[in-house]
């Protein structure tokens, strides 16, 4: 069968020689190559991805969220799709988060504002990590494994999903009416929802009012979940101490954006959860032999909610 792929990213050849080792029978042209596929393999495809390609019976992300797709203006109708489900980025998001968390409750961003004034601060702001609260919104494949690294290293954690949920150790609240709850006494605030029409944006000023005074963000989502002016005027008003963000809007940032030099923002430019080469490609390789033998994919996506 033929496989069309596309993937622009540093890595591609690692990622390329993968595929062709897990799917040797399966003959792959690399875009703008054409075949007439029968599947795509893609991330973040251009414009005219799918013009050439009349005959996709499924269509694969190679990442776990499909905002790429769900939002590319030539994704052809009735086409299912199947996404990455933690492929090991968890581990990775996991470790850049604790560091977000860790830099928080440790107050880094207030010493790195007092080394630049040259002032000598020794007051006391060390919280201890069983009484600091992180409240994760979205705890699916990456966000449960986010929480469970939190949990070991000693941390509350609170977690908000769509459906009612329960994780072990984990407070869990669901749902907008819940939101009010959820977002009391956490002291940094991590996003790890996938972007859809009901969450973009949601990152706002109506969020951050509620956090408790001085909370810290961290998102490793999408850029398009943060309200961009909310944020700088939470930071302003000292209603945020601070924010890290692996993701912006718009990618890559451009030069003069505020968040490049703001003194409170940590940018990091997309790689918090950077694709694992070798469980992506064997999680895609076994999910297309799944589709072969006639059962249901893994990580399909519901097209209607946008995830
Ligand atoms: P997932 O398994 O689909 O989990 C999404 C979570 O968000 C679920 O708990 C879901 O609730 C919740 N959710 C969705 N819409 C919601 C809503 N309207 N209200 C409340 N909760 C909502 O997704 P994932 O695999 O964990 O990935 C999450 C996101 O991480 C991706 O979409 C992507 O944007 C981002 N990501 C970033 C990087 C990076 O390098 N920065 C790498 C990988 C992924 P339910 O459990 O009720 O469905
Ligand atoms: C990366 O951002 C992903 O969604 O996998």
Known sequence: MSIIFYYNNEDRDVVESQLRAELPEHQIAIWPQTNQSKYAI?????????????????????????????????????????????????????????????????????????????????????????????????????????????????????????????????DCYHGQEQIPAFLSQVDALVCLLPLTPETTRILNREIFNQLPKGAYLINAARGRHVHNEDLLAALEVEQLSGALLDVTEPEPLPAGHPFWHHPKIVVTPHVAGPTQASESIKQIADNIKRFEAGEPLSGLVDISRGY
């Open 42 to 170: 893609v991330w973040n495809p251009p414009e005219d991805f799918f013009d050439q390609q009349p005959d996709l019976q499924c269509i694969f992300s190679i990442a776990a969220g499909v905002d790429h797709l769900l939002d590319h203006p030539g994704l052809p109708a009735n086409v299912p799709i199947a996404r990455l489900e933690d492929a090991g980025m968890g581990e990775k998001i996991a470790e850049y988060v604790l560091y977000g968390v860790l830099h928080a409750q440790r107050s880094m961003t207030h010493y790195a504002l007092a080394q630049g004034a040259e002032h000598w601060d020794e007051t006391p702001r060390d919280r201890h990590a069983h009484k600091f609260t992180v409240g994760i919104l979205g705890i699916g494949a990456i966000g449960s494994v986010v929480a469970s690294r939190l949990l070991l290293n000693g941390y509350k954690v609170k977690g908000w999903s769509r459906r009612e949920k329960t994780l072990d150790g984990v």
